[in-house]
Nanobody
Framework: QVQLVESGGGLVQPGGSLRLSCVAS????????IGWFRQAPGKKREGVSCFRSSDDSLDYLDSVKGRFAISRDNAKNTMYLQMNSLKPEDTAVYYCVVPKTPGSWYVGDDYWGRGTQVTVSS
């Protein structure tokens, strides 16, 4: 059974950092693209960062470039999102997302975790 479980969210002050983790089970993560999406209250879901190691495809949302970094640890079947210099507008539920087809990019047929809440507030 495919499962993605996020952790690491919480309340942080502006300028602070968090590292989100997502443990995959039921499949081997290193054959897939990895990505993080987020959704803030009243706003559309948006892609934060996506990466595919087969061709080094890498995307970041413009507003997080230079502050966030996506990574993976294949030995742990886990992916991460390091978030630095957090801003109140980064407040959202963050989801890890993996395309269902190995090697595929994000075309709308994906596995989703349940999400972890990130709140940036003083």
């Amino acid at each position: 059974q495919v499962q993605l479980v996020e952790s690491g969210g919480g309340l942080v002050q502006p300028g602070g950092s968090l590292r989100l983790s997502c443990v995959a089970s039921g499949f081997t993560l290193d054959n897939y693209a990895i990505g993080w999406f987020r959704q803030a209250p009243g706003k559309k879901r948006e892609g934060v960062s996506c990466f595919r190691s087969s061709d080094d495809s890498l995307d970041y949302l413009d507003s997080v470039k230079g502050r966030f970094a996506i990574s993976r640890d294949n030995a742990k079947n886990t992916m991460y999102l390091q978030m630095n210099s957090l801003k109140p507008e980064d407040t959202a539920v963050y989801y890890c997302v993996v395309p269902k087809t190995p090697g595929s990019w994000y075309v709308g047929d994906d596995y989703w975790g349940r999400g972890t809440q990130v709140t940036v507030s003083s």
